[in-house]
């Protein structure tokens, strides 16, 4: 099977530096300390005695897990943000794209080697969540839904910021809109649907029709998917957003619109690179007349 050479060079490169290895360490080091607070918090009682809350282990893993989908945002923007914009500052771009790679393979090499990085990271920290399941084991079924949710928290943020950085001609501004992007899908959602609550409210009053579309803004947000897998069933009044025909199967829809989001962004990234490549390629250059 041959291998994309663009993930070859870029995993051959990178991984074995010193900044990778900074980074994996940084990672779990963060995560051992706020283990270790949420260990400590628990078994400090308000009366004093030390008492170790094993139904608090529960709850700690589903603020680690969402702790460890939240790093995602913060990793891989820094990381995609130079995929293409930083071969165009480099002045290696127009070479890649004249020779016989493939604008989408390219894209695909590159979203690749991020995919694979945050993997490495999050399976680095497993070690560390282990711990809180010691004393009580989580669903079998939760914790792959929660792995396919990393996957595709992964690919969906990963082509968010390969879009961004194949249209944006600097990393600074690449780095710079993809992170807007994901406060607005995240924070945005969230204020939207606060808002909405309060045009319901005044709907209410004035016998209007109830506006619900802005819920499903809510597909294209990880967060609430996370939010509903953890807490959906044990807590009702957190997901409200959730329609109550939707309700059974949130969460693979959830996932499947984000795949989707994901896929058309990488081809309208290659479609982007693509004509660049053509444009480089095969419009002739405006020529000067010489004179005598």
Known sequence: ????????????????SIKFALLIFTYNLCFGIAI????????HKGNGQLAFDYESCEQMYSLISGMELVSIFFIV??????????EREKH????????????????????????????VIIISGFPLTTVLTVTRSMPAKLELQFLILLFVTSLYVTSVGIFFSTIKNSTISAAVWT?????????????LYNLNGYMREDMRIHNANEFSGIYYMF????LSTYVYMFFGSRQ????????AFMQSDWIEFSI????????????????????????KSFLPKSRKRKTL
């Open 236 to 243: 009702s009044g957190i997901v409200e957003w959730v329609p």
């Open 219 to 222: 597909l294209l947000n990880p």
């Open 92 to 119: 290696t771009l127009d070479l890649l794209l004249t020779s016989k790679l493939k604008a989408l393979h390219f894209i695909c090499g590159k979203m690749a080697y991020v995919v694979t990085v945050v993997f």
């Open 36 to 43: 270790i607070l949420f260990l400590y918090i628990g078994m």
């Open 256 to 279: 499947f619109i984000q795949m989707l989001t994901s896929m058309t962004l990488i081809g309208i990234s290659s479609y982007v690179l693509k004509m660049h490549g053509f444009k």
């Open 1 to 16: 099977m041959r291998i994309n050479p663009v993930y070859l060079k870029d995993l051959k490169l990178n991984v074995r």
């Open 179 to 191: 992170y807007v992007f994901l406060i607005l899908i995240t924070v945005g959602t969230i204020v």
């Open 77 to 86: 923007p820094a990381l995609t943000a130079g995929a293409v914009a930083g």
